[in-house]
Antibody
């Protein structure tokens, strides 16, 4: 079955760029929406953005100025870049696959990676 | 769209019925999902399109509601059901509720 695995540095300095990659195995990235979600320590889930297999991305308005999500279909990977990080960006970062529900515009995250912890600290 | 979940914490015993609420600040049609998250784990999809169980989800989990008011019901709590539950909408951007923790009484 499809599995997702996040990878990237666990420690990022303030003001630098956080870069993570999600590798998709057991299936092809060339379909579905692919999302990034984060969870600060002890807090709830925050959607960062998603990208369609065509390459079209949509971002959380609160993060839009700092976020880029991209796709590499040849490697079956998608990536997250978050610029100018601060301590508030410390979180567990998850990647997830979104599948269509029963309605044309309904999508839900049915497969998740295990998450990777990113700490922003000097 | 803001999703407000209540209560924040639900203290129940195994075998009891759990009723969790999710209220949206405006209509999300039926584009609402529920997820379960256990400590140290990623969330797991339970319910999509308000009332449809995801693959492999036991029948004791059910979802209902439409528009702005939604409910997740666990008919009889099993020990493995004690966790945090989140609702999520994708009708307008994508947002999660703040979560309801179901804890053992």
């Amino acid at each position: 079955q499809v599995q997702l695995q996040e990878s990237g540095p666990g420690l990022v300095k303030p003001s630098e760029t956080l870069s993570l990659t999600c590798t998709v195995s057991g299936g092809f990235i060339s379909s579905y929406y692919w999302s990034w979600i984060r969870q600060p320590p002890g807090k709830g889930l925050e959607w960062i953005g998603y990208i369609y297999y065509s390459g079209s991305a949509t971002y959380n308005p609160s993060l839009k100025s700092r976020v880029t999500i991209s796709l590499d279909t040849s490697k079956n990977q998608f990536s997250l870049k978050l610029t100018s990080v601060t301590a508030a960006d410390t979180a567990v970062y998850y990647c997830a696959r979104e599948v269509n529900g029963y309605y044309p515009n309904s999508y839900y995250m049915d497969v998740w990676g295990k998450g990777t912890t990113v700490t922003v600290s000097s | 769209i803001v999703l407000t979940q209540s209560p924040a914490t639900l203290s129940l015993s195994p075998g009891e019925r759990a009723t969790l609420s999710c209220r949206a600040s405006q209509s999300v049609n039926n584009y609402l999902a529920w997820y379960q998250q256990k400590p140290g784990q990623a969330p797991r999809l339970l319910i999509f399109d308000a009332s449809n169980r995801a693959t492999g989800i036991p029948a004791r989990f059910s979802g209902s509601g439409s528009g702005t008011d939604f409910t997740l019901t666990i008919s009889s709590l099993e020990p493995e059901d004690f966790a945090v539950y989140y609702c999520q909408q994708r009708s307008n951007w994508l947002t999660f509720g703040g979560g309801t923790k179901v804890e053992i009484k």
